[in-house]
């Protein structure tokens, strides 16, 4: 199972930039998918999630509004479209596949097992 | 948005040694909560996931602990490959937030 990242480089604040993710050796359509960011020498900030059919997405909120999760299952692909970029996006961007740990009805558990090797994105002038 | 803090926010610690480190939700997130480590220019790795539950393939030096608001994330025995930065996530609500990290360092 694999998952890798493009689309990163560097962008003009005001900017956008689409990343993607495609993902293989497992059913891509049957996961949850997640981009989580790191800026430089910082910590990590999850991003934004979409659901197996992409009926649900949920962003953080410091991109709701700019950014947008997307996937194309036939396509086994992830994307983010990032508009308006800010110098404060500048980060890694990596994808992970959650795989969503149901233990009963109403409970379950988010738990990122496959992750991509990160695309930097630098939103500078 | 949930905060998460971990703390202590790095430690230098010797092979072999009992390490724990501890994450606190600015309010409870029942046992919505998982640990991450990662190493320099790698991306980051699943420990484990609802509070507890070890990911397949991880050695069972780590475990995890809590509920509610205070959570642990504890190494038994400490490897040299273990040197890395520690990262808790709590997925009770959205947004997701990460804590800080706690970096862990020879000593």
């Known amino acids: 199972a694999q998952l890798v990242e493009s689309g990163g480089g560097l962008v003009q604040p005001g900017g956008s930039l689409r990343l993607s993710c495609v993902a293989s050796?497992?059913?891509?359509?049957?996961?949850?998918m997640t981009w989580v960011r790191q800026a430089p020498g910082k910590g990590l900030e999850w991003v934004a999630n979409i659901k197996q059919d992409g009926s649900e997405r949920y962003y953080a909120d410091s991109v709701k509004g700019r950014f947008t999760i997307s996937r194309d299952n036939a396509k086994n692909s992830l994307y983010l479209q990032m508009n308006t970029l800010r110098a404060e996006d500048t980060a890694v961007y990596y994808c992970a596949r959650d795989q969503d740990i149901v233990v009963a009805p109403t409970v379950g558990y988010d738990a990122f097992d496959i992750w991509g090797q990160g695309t930097m994105v630098t939103v500078s002038s | 948005a949930i905060q998460m803090t971990q703390s202590p926010s790095s430690l230098s610690a010797s092979v072999g040694d009992r390490v724990t480190i501890t994450c606190r939700a600015s309010q409870g997130i029942n046992n919505d909560l998982g640990w991450y480590q990662q190493k320099p220019g790698k991306a980051p790795k699943l420990l484990i996931y609802?509070?507890?539950s070890l990911q397949s393939g991880v050695p069972s030096r780590f475990s995890g602990s809590g509920s509610g608001t205070e959570f642990t994330l504890t190494i038994s025995s400490l490897q040299p490959e273990d040197f890395a930065t520690y990262y808790c996530?709590?997925?009770?609500?959205?947004?997701?937030?990460f804590g800080q990290g706690t970096k862990v360092e020879i000593k």
């Open positions: 050796g497992f059913t891509f359509s049957s996961y949850w």
């Open positions: 996530l709590q997925d009770r609500i959205y947004p997701r937030t």
């Open positions: 609802g509070t507890s």
